[in-house]
T-cell receptor
Framework: EDQVTQSPEALRLQEGESSSLNCSYTVSGLRGLFWYRQDPGKGPEFLFTLYSAGEEKEKERLKATLTKKESFLHITAPKPEDSATYLCAVQAHYGGATNKLIFGTGTLLAVQP | DAMVIQNPRYQVTQFGKPVTLSCSQTLNHNVMYWYQQKSSQAPKLLFHYYDKDFNNEADTPDNFQSRRPNTSFCFLDIRSPGLGDAAMYLC???????????FGPGTRLTVL
């Protein structure tokens, strides 16, 4: 069964303290892996898409990497405004075109000043 | 800016009273989705439209229905809301079925 697991469930950092969030997945053929940021009471905001092992993407203090079994979201020198829930989702190959995203339950990040 | 808009942002309804949530998009995307997200849970896909072609998830209750009258608008109808239907409802769009999905701000539904 296709599955996405994110760890840790919650992470508290001091401002400037770099860390990484993990997204491990089991899927029968990965089409793409997506990272979203979700603020309380709002919809997910798209961050990155990764398609193949070894791929990396960066945006400001965030860097996403992908292997054949997991993805990491590295946060360098975080600021309080980086506090949010970070969601990982995978899209798998099935017979015929499909679009279904399988989401993890997210990592709740709190960055303290 | 191109975007996904959901109205209302907050909706309160009574147990069993039908409710309709609205989603519109200025992205001109072909695909529109409805997700349900309960507190601290992952978003759960209810159904999606590829253009006018409706695709229902197997485990979506019959109580949930959707309409897409044109490219820009999509509606979620909950025929007889129960207490368990209280959740955030998210609309998303994508260019094609395998492309990145962009989400709206969500509608928080409360059932009294």
């Amino acid at each position: 069964e296709d599955q996405v697991t994110q760890s840790p469930e919650a992470l508290r950092l001091q401002e400037g303290e770099s860390s990484s969030l993990n997204c491990s997945y089991t899927v029968s053929g990965l089409r793409g892996l997506f990272w979203y940021r979700q603020d309380p009471g709002k919809g997910p905001e798209f961050l990155f898409t990764l398609y193949s092992a070894g791929e990396e993407k960066e945006k400001e203090r965030l860097k996403a990497t992908l292997t054949k079994k997991e993805s990491f979201l590295h946060i360098t020198a975080p600021k309080p405004e980086d506090s949010a829930t970070y969601l990982c989702a995978v899209q798998a190959h099935y017979g015929g075109a499909t679009n279904k995203l399988i989401f993890g339950t997210g990592t709740l990040l709190a960055v303290q000043p | 800016d191109a975007m996904v808009i959901q109205n209302p942002r907050y909706q309160v309804t009574q147990f069993g009273k039908p409710v309709t949530l609205s989603c519109s998009q200025t992205l001109n995307h072909n695909v529109m989705y409805w997700y349900q997200q309960k507190s601290s849970q992952a978003p759960k896909l209810l159904f999606h439209y590829y253009d006018k072609d409706f695709n229902n998830e197997a485990d979506t209750p019959d109580n949930f229905q959707s309409r897409r009258p044109n490219t820009s608008f999509c509606f979620l109808d909950i025929r007889s809301p129960g207490l368990g239907d209280a959740a955030m409802y998210l609309c998303a769009t994508s260019e094609g079925v395998t492309d990145t999905q962009y989400f709206g701000p969500g509608t928080r539904l409360t059932v009294l």
